[in-house]
């Protein structure tokens, strides 16, 4: 059973029915378009009690967080920042459940989201940044080599071009051009000291509704892809898949396979990387597991230190955005839960759950006086 399935369980028991699938694409072939008339938050054509969408690096965390505030009624859906900042401005189409929402209806007013709005801040947007996260450059713990380059000087015994090996490795000169994605496809091509270095790179990422991806593409400057690299999208009927795959089918996930169907993309790209020592991928630090680690970039290490201070290079804050929607009950007492509104230690809970989750607190909870989710203004305060 994927994630959502065991949350709403409750809820399809009482129902008799089953778990929905949630899409990223703006099709709305065959589903029904919600219009303005229609309540805050989503149910998937009945099967969710108080869904909302946001960042799927934000999956666990977010669920937890629930858990602790003792909320009801809500339910985490993740897929991505891009589906819930679409949500949260009623900017474009979600599916659940054969059911289009989202499209001209602002169908939720809070958004987990591992990166800030897109564009221009439009009205009713409020930034909230909560914590820090790295966008790792994740290999496998077996790998011999420890760092990437991205800047001049290019180490001895690689190839001088491209000078970024992170960019030429995924998007060769940021096109995706099959030529530029030539100069690094192999371990001896993009970094120093590979066990395997002649063999090829089997590179993986999130899909395009992922605000990890955004990051990325604005870290990197990659606006297209190389073609050979692998997309993890979710699917909340058959666990996370590679796009390669029909809607409620993985090749990655279920049993027997390498990713569980309840882990988040962001977890089962970790678990890809550990069961493949060619493989690279970037995500979040909730990938971590066992078998997989990070390379310094450049030298410098995805420590809570550098990412606090911003040393490491590819840094970002994490975020729990606002809109000005119709706010249910429930988003409301988990934002004042979040926040402190009614108890300052609530906020203090929160940024442990973060914590917990592997996220960096913005102000080292070592302090005194502790001052939790101090992260400064986003874009749109």
């Known amino acids: 059973?994927?994630?959502?399935?065991?949350?709403?369980?409750?809820?399809?028991?009482?129902?008799?029915?089953?778990?929905?699938a949630v899409s990223?694409?703006?099709?709305?072939?065959?589903?029904?378009?919600?219009?303005e008339s229609q309540?805050?938050?989503?149910?998937?054509?009945?099967?969710?009690?108080?869904?909302?969408?946001?960042?799927?690096?934000l999956d666990d965390a977010i669920t937890s967080a629930i858990a602790a505030s003792g909320v009801t009624n809500l339910t985490y859906l993740g897929t991505g920042s891009g589906n819930g900042e679409k949500c949260l401005r009623g900017s474009g189409a979600v599916t659940c459940g054969g059911v289009t929402y989202c499209n001209g209806t602002k169908n939720q007013t809070i958004a987990p989201m591992s990166r800030d709005f897109s564009g221009a801040c439009q009205p009713g947007d409020k930034s909230n940044r909560i914590a820090k996260d790295a966008v790792g450059i994740w290999v496998n713990s077996a790998q011999s080599a420890t760092n990437v380059t991205t800047v001049a000087p290019v180490p001895a015994g690689l190839p001088a071009l491209p000078v970024d090996k992170v960019k030429g490795a995924f998007c060769g000169d940021g096109t995706g051009s099959a030529a530029s994605c030539a100069l690094t496809d192999t371990w001896g091509e993009f970094v120093v000291g590979s066990s395997s270095s002649s063999s090829a790179l089997t590179l993986y990422r999130r899909d395009d509704a992922s605000g990890t991806t955004d990051a990325f593409k604005s870290f990197t400057g990659c606006t297209n892809f190389c073609a050979g690299v692998k997309v993890v999208v979710p699917d909340t009927v058959a666990g996370c898949r590679l796009s390669?795959?029909?809607?409620?089918?993985?090749?990655?996930?279920?049993?027997?396979?390498?990713?569980?169907?309840?882990?988040?993309?962001?977890?089962?790209?970790?678990?890809?990387?550990?069961?493949?020592?060619?493989?690279?991928?970037?995500?979040?630090?909730?990938?971590?597991?066992?078998?997989?680690?990070?390379?310094?970039?450049?030298g410098t290490a995805a420590t809570a230190?550098?990412?606090?201070?911003?040393?490491?290079k590819y840094s970002r804050y994490l975020y729990l955005n606002e809109g000005n929607g119709s706010r249910s009950v429930a988003e409301q007492d988990f934002r004042d839960w979040a926040f402190g509104a009614l108890n300052p230690a609530d906020k203090i809970a929160f940024e442990n759950v973060l914590i917990a989750n592997g996220f960096i607190a913005c102000t080292d909870p070592a302090n005194v006086p502790r001052t939790a989710l101090n992260c400064g203004a986003g874009a749109c305060p």
Request: glycine share 12%; hydrophobic share 40%; with cysteine.
């Open 1 to 20: 059973m994927n994630k959502m399935g065991k949350l709403v369980l409750s809820a399809l028991s009482v129902l008799g029915i089953t778990a929905c």
């Open 244 to 298: 390669t795959d029909a809607a409620g089918t993985s090749s990655i996930a279920g049993s027997g396979k390498t990713c569980a169907t309840a882990d988040s993309c962001t977890v089962c790209l970790g678990k890809l990387v550990a069961s493949n020592v060619n493989a690279v991928a970037y995500a979040g630090l909730d990938a971590a597991n066992a078998g997989a680690k990070t390379l310094t970039v450049d």
């Open 24 to 35: 990223s694409t703006d099709s709305t072939d065959e589903v029904e378009v919600l219009g």
């Open 39 to 57: 309540d805050a938050l989503v149910t998937c054509n009945g099967t969710v009690v108080g869904g909302f969408f946001g960042s799927d690096t």
């Open 305 to 312: 230190t550098n990412i606090r201070s911003g040393a490491y």
